[in-house]
């Protein structure tokens, strides 16, 4: 019998060492190095057989056929956005979040469309039992003839069933609770994750099933597991959102299929996750038009225009180091903003307190918002509500005061349009690219943070 040896493994990119470090010397993590038991390769037999293609000769790539992927369309169509238009066959999905976020209900709720329009759909759960999943299923209304549950962790047993049953869609549920007998480490470690997700792939790929995968996060709100894995798969998607709140975002982080940095925009109900076409108009349902640091803002998710609300606090203060609070922006943006104002208007943030919101949970990305989160600083300073009928800012601060053009600014304006805005604050040279295309909204243009302040208050 071969001998087994323990070994330390980085969590983060794989790399073994025979010792415990507090570095990587891989990937320079630290205290990522957990132990396991490795068994020599001799003693190991790995079912390799990796074939994605059917194998055979190298071809020339102007030999290779070209053409569109199929795709199942999944029912929900704020899923077929951020996965490119529906899954695609033999593909590999991951889908993470937060605990309780919702990722089982929406795949819960998939597996139920696909099951009813295409055939067998298997959902293999390592976390619940069959029971658990069927009192779920009868609350969201996802009883269906072709849908069937499986209560198992080895990853040997579930390619059994799956030979047998030759499902048209799989779901694990989770990634981290699979195991493979030929691997002596437990459950969730390094090794464990790999392999289970190696064989996931070769299954997928050879049998033209698209698989999705449930992974968890750590306490910072990272994938869990080796970096490897977010490498292996083809699309990776992430829940956002707070439990507490009613709205969440479905974010695609990677796709080989269709684009990134897409959204979809969901709300949790009794009846499981319903989906939100209109998010626009969504997010500004409650939003007043009077109130001091309170602006809306447009940015570009993926391909979608979102318009949102924006909220500042500015108070005075007698501590030495003030506050700076920031949720759904980028901390170290908001402190860019605040520099300019204090060096270009002359506004004493120094000694104040500042606290800034995105209404509905959402999580700013880009410099779309920089102009509308300075406009709002000040408002809130100063005490003053914005002049200006139902306006709309968009545009991106400089560290020089100046406001620089963005992009999509079409699109922008037409969803601002849509949504009943008269006044569309933008940098100068974005009015100049438009023209004169639109001609229902008034459209002002600016080329520094102290123009827009005169024009705005």
């Not at 969901?266 to 499981?272: A, L």
């Not at 600014?409 to 040279?429: A, L, S, T």
């Amino acid at each position: 019998m071969a001998k087994t040896k323990n070994v330390y493994v980085c969590s983060q990119c794989g790399y073994e060492s025979p010792k415990w470090m507090g570095k990587c010397l891989n990937c320079n993590s630290w205290n990522t190095m957990t132990e396991e038991v490795k068994v020599p390769e001799k003693a190991v037999v790995f079912n390799r057989a990796v074939t994605i293609s059917g194998g055979g000769k190298p071809q020339n790539i102007k030999d290779i056929k070209s053409s569109q992927f199929e795709r199942f369309d999944t029912g929900i169509n704020e899923l077929n956005r951020v996965i490119g238009g529906g899954l695609v066959k033999g593909s590999l999905t991951l889908i993470s979040g937060d605990p309780g976020i919702g990722k089982s209900t929406i795949l819960l709720q998939t597996a139920k469309r696909i099951a009813d329009k295409y055939g067998k759909v298997l959902y293999v759960s390592g976390e619940e039992s069959e029971e658990q999943i069927k009192m779920r299923a009868e609350r969201l209304d996802c009883i269906s003839d072709n849908l069937y549950i499986l209560s198992e962790t080895s990853i040997n047993l579930i390619e059994e069933h799956i030979e047998n049953m030759n499902p048209v869609f799989v779901i694990i549920d989770s990634i981290q609770t699979l195991f493979k007998s030929q691997i002596t480490s437990a459950p969730g470690s390094v090794s464990q994750v790999r392999e289970c997700t190696n064989d996931l792939m070769r299954i997928g790929k050879t049998k033209d099933i698209p698989l999705f995968i449930v992974a968890h996060v750590t306490k910072q709100g990272e994938l869990a597991g080796p970096r490897v894995l977010e490498h292996m798969v083809d699309t990776v998607l992430y829940f956002e959102g707070e439990r507490t709140q009613e709205f969440r975002i479905l974010r695609t982080i990677k796709n080989r299929f269709g684009t990134t940095s897409e959204i979809g925009v969901f709300e949790m109900r009794e009846s499981g996750l319903e989906e939100i076409l209109d998010a626009s108009s969504v997010f500004l349902q409650e939003t007043s038009f009077e109130q001091e640091g309170s602006v809306v803002i447009a940015t570009i998710e993926g391909t979608r225009p979102l318009l949102v609300e924006i909220q500042a606090l500015v108070s005075e203060t007698k501590a030495v180091m003030p506050r700076r609070t920031s949720v759904g922006i980028d901390h170290s943006r908001m402190s860019l903003i605040l520099a300019v104002l204090e060096k270009k208007l002359k506004i004493p943030f120094y000694s104040s307190d500042v606290y800034v919101n995105v209404v509905g949970g959402l999580n700013l990305e880009g410099t779309f918002g920089d102009l509308g989160l300075a406009v709002a600083l000040i408002s809130s300073a100063k005490g003053r509500t914005v002049k200006l009928e139902r306006p709309l800012f968009v545009g991106e601060v400089g560290l020089t005061g100046e406001v620089r053009p963005i992009s999509n600014i079409e699109r922008i304006v037409n969803e601002g349009q849509k949504m009943g805005f008269k006044n569309i604050i933008m940098p100068y040279k974005s009015k100049e690219k438009l023209g004169d295309k639109f001609k229902g909204v008034n459209i002002i243009g600016i080329t520094t943070v102290k123009e827009a302040m005169g024009k705005v208050f």
